[in-house]
């Protein structure tokens, strides 16, 4: 469905859907900032045992899963040519978007603290570190964002260019800043972001685990779609750029190919 059949009245409505929805997004993601740190917000991840510990961990593994099967599902290219016979093409990422964040919010809600204590820091100096290290992950995975470009990644573009008649462009793909080091700096700043804390408990153990899984099953699932669109080109960016870990390999000094689109969660992340 092109921007040019759509009448002026879809145009706004998926305009102000698609502003609300990243909207959404931003408090969830603001939220999950304080929701992994313990520390701003009603709800944590960590906490004394509220509960039966079988019982809390089932409903914990359940409320992950379920975000991991809408966040990999929803972004498969064979869901998408599926779901935008309902959805229209425009809003597409925006609904994804928007299910994310409610999967997030269900998490927030309904997660369930397991008590226990995996390892503690009590040094204040090491504490610290360790908080200034947390927060270099959330920062790399915001920067990392905004340099593959942030509002096509949550489905601001797309209404936009909606907004305006135009149709929806490929964005041409780049290697900027820490994408010339690893091909995924977005999923290693969540690695330190859910990892690297002064006090790990069960419960976030379980969900540092449970994440890494996660991501590094979609980062094949992800990367098997984007060799399918771009064919060499991206198998020739694969083996010269390492996956997640800098200077893993020796690259070769051949310069990375452009081509459209790009990788590092620009069709999985919220």
């Known amino acids: 469905m092109h921007s040019g059949g759509i009448t002026v009245f879809e145009r706004v409505l998926f305009f102000v859907y698609g502003v609300v929805s990243y909207v959404i997004f931003l408090g969830t993601f603001l ?29 914990d593994v359940a409320l992950l899963g379920l975000f991991a099967a809408q966040h990999s599902v929803m972004a498969r290219p064979w869901f998408k040519a599926w779901w935008t016979r309902i959805v229209p093409q425009p809003v597409e990422r925006s609904t994804y978007v928007l299910f994310s964040s409610l999967a997030l ?24 570190a360790l908080y200034a290290l947390c927060a270099f992950g ?40 820490p994408y010339r080091l690893v ?20 419960a976030h153990l379980l969900f540092a685990v449970a994440t890494t899984a996660y991501i590094l099953i979609a980062i094949r699932f992800e990367e098997r779609d984007l060799v399918r669109e771009h064919g060499e080109a991206y ?36």
């Open 31 to 59: 939220y999950a900032v304080g929701f992994v740190g313990n520390f701003g917000v009603p709800t944590t991840l960590d906490g004394p045992a509220s509960g039966p510990l079988l019982v809390a961990l089932a409903v």
């Open 105 to 128: 919010v269900l998490m927030f809600w309904l997660w369930r603290p397991l008590g226990g204590e995996v390892w503690s820091v009590e040094s204040a100096g090491g504490r610290a």
């Open 138 to 177: 959330w920062g790399l995975v915001l920067v990392s964002t905004f340099l593959i470009n942030h509002f096509d990644l949550f489905g601001l573009r797309q209404v936009w260019l909606a907004l305006r008649g135009r149709p929806y462009t490929q964005l041409r793909f780049g290697t900027p800043g």
């Open 183 to 202: 091909r995924h700096p977005l999923y290693v700043g969540w690695f330190f972001a859910f990892w690297i804390t002064p006090t790990m408990s069960l």
């Open 235 to 270: 198998e020739r960016y694969r083996r010269d750029v390492p996956m997640l870990v800098p200077f893993a390999r020796r690259r070769p000094t051949a310069a990375v190919p452009s081509m459209s689109g790009n990788s590092d969660g620009l069709r999985d992340t919220p």
